[in-house]
């Protein structure tokens, strides 16, 4: 059975650092690996997607993650945080079947001015 | 389109009431899903509807939790008899068929239910 594992409930960094928000995953089957972020009071939406190919994606404001099999990971990184950042943030990999996906507990970022 | 709306965004309710959440898909979306979400958790699947078929049921829905899509637009949650357990944040996402494996899943902002 798959399952996420997001080391750190909460992370803060300071504005301008670099931003690192971890995620391991278990799968029996060839993941599809996915992070989505949620802005206070506002929907889940997606942020970046691994699906197949290119094992460094890039997302949506300045965000990218990495595909390592070998460790069963895949870690989202940016290299200067902003303060328009904070949010939490999910990992989620597709499950077996077609309908669902598995979601990490999430990580909330907080940004120190 | 301006996306997944869900309504109401906030109900209170005592327990033993029932409660009936809407959501409302962007529309060339065929394929609707209900999660639910706590404080410091992911959210966690509920069901699933491609059109107005409701193709899988999660274990953690009992049988006081209802959902309908009748004619594979809008959808509807029904909690009857609540319980405080059933506080949480109840999410609706929509997606496009053949997409099923990029996992783009539209969210609306969720509606929250307190159950005093």
């Known amino acids: 059975a798959q399952s996420v594992t997001q080391l750190g409930s909460h992370v803060s960094v300071s504005e301008g650092a670099l931003v690192l928000l971890r995620c391991n995953y278990s799968s029996s089957v060839p993941p599809y690996l996915f992070w989505y972020v949620q802005y206070p009071n506002q929907g889940l939406q997606l942020l970046l997607k691994y699906t197949t190919g290119a094992t460094l994606v890039k997302g949506i404001n300045g965000f990218e993650a990495e595909f390592k099999k070998s460790e069963t990971s895949f870690h989202l990184t940016k290299p200067s945080a902003h303060m328009s950042d904070a949010a939490e943030y999910f990992c989620a990999v597709t499950s077996d079947s077609n309908y669902q996906l598995i979601w990490g507990a999430g990580t909330k970022l907080i940004i120190k001015p | 389109d301006t996306g997944v709306s869900q309504d109401p965004r906030h109900k209170i309710t005592k327990r033993g009431q029932n409660v009936t959440f809407r959501c409302d898909p962007i529309?060339?979306?065929?394929?609707l899903y209900w999660y639910r979400q706590t404080l410091g958790q992911g959210p966690e699947f509920l069901t699933y509807?491609?059109?107005?078929?409701?193709?899988?049921k999660s274990r953690l829905l009992s049988d006081r939790f209802s959902a309908e899509r009748p004619k594979g637009s809008f959808s509807t949650l029904e909690i009857q008899r609540t319980e405080q357990g059933d506080s949480a944040m109840y999410l609706c996402a929509s997606s496009s068929a053949g997409e099923r494996e990029s996992g783009e899943l539209f969210f609306g902002e969720g509606s929250r239910l307190t159950v005093l």
């Open positions: 509807f491609q059109n107005e078929a409701q193709l899988e």
């Open positions: 529309s060339e979306h065929n394929r």
